[in-house]
T-cell receptor, first 113, second 116 residues
Framework: AAGVIQSPRHLIKEKRETATLKCYPI?????VYWYQQGPGQDPQFLIS???????DKGSIPDRFSAQQFSDYHSELNMSSLELGDSALYFC????????????FGPGTRLTVL | AQKITQTQPGMFVQEKEAVTLDCTYD???????LFWYKQPSSGEMIFLIY??????QNATEGRYSLNFQKARKSANLVISASQLGDSAMYFC?????????????FGSGTQLTVLP
């Protein structure tokens, strides 16, 4: 079965640079979520999209923005990168249902030097 | 606000034995979902099992079962016949009620080590 695809898998950036992370949800899933997992921490919700519209916002810094495109893929744009942005960034997708199970992609490991 | 508590930072189990990972939750919503995810050292987040707040039966998926005690607000994961490949971090997570925020709130995780 098709899974969530994220690219790139690894990314190294310098402080103050920008980064763009991409996510391709499971086909026919209508909701995309972004999570940030710092070293040794649990994942923290950043932002979600339902049918290409932003549906909820968590602890996402103002330096970050995200959008979902007409083909349902999503991008997380991160500007003015800081050392503390180094983390594993997950995209997850779900199909609206009673369970709404979220299936996670493999993650993008961002390292800011 | 929703909160998930996992009080076992680390657990050890002998191969082929059963192990229970604890999870308690706090919410004022009558409708919610509880999930368990496995995160191996490679980093991916793997869905294991789901329990809805209105489900009458405890969820089971192969060697995984969820011991759901609604009155105690607990949703413990039971892994039967542990295998070496079960060594990983396990996260309990909660999803909010239908029609509102659907994002997951995670616990701090339990690092399970299966001993040969």
């Amino acid at each position: 079965a098709a899974g969530v695809i994220q690219s790139p898998r690894h990314l190294i950036k310098e402080k103050r640079e920008t980064a763009t992370l991409k996510c391709y949800p499971i086909p026919r899933h209508d909701t995309v979520y972004w999570y940030q997992q710092g070293p040794g921490q649990d994942p923290q919700f950043l932002i979600s999209f339902y049918e290409k519209m932003q549906s909820d916002k968590g602890s996402i810094p103002d330096r970050f923005s995200a959008q979902q495109f007409s083909d349902y893929h999503s991008e997380l744009n991160m500007s003015s990168l800081e050392l503390g942005d180094s983390a594993l960034y997950f995209c997850a997708s779900s199909l609206t249902s009673s369970a709404d199970t979220q299936y996670f992609g493999p993650g993008t490991r961002l390292t800011v030097l | 606000a929703q909160k998930i508590t996992q009080t076992q930072p680390g657990m050890f189990v002998q191969e082929k034995e059963a192990v229970t990972l604890d999870c308690t939750y706090d919410t004022s919503d009558p409708s919610y979902g509880l999930f368990w995810y496995k995160q191996p050292s490679s980093g991916e987040m793997i869905f294991l099992i789901y329990q809805g707040s209105y489900d009458q039966q405890n969820a089971t998926e192969g060697r995984y079962s969820l011991n759901f005690q609604k009155a105690r607000k607990s949703a413990n994961l039971v892994i039967s016949a542990s295998q070496l490949g079960d060594s990983a971090m396990y996260f309990c997570a909660m999803r909010g009620p239908s029609g509102s925020a659907r994002q997951l709130t995670f616990g701090s995780g339990t690092q399970l080590t299966v001993l040969p």
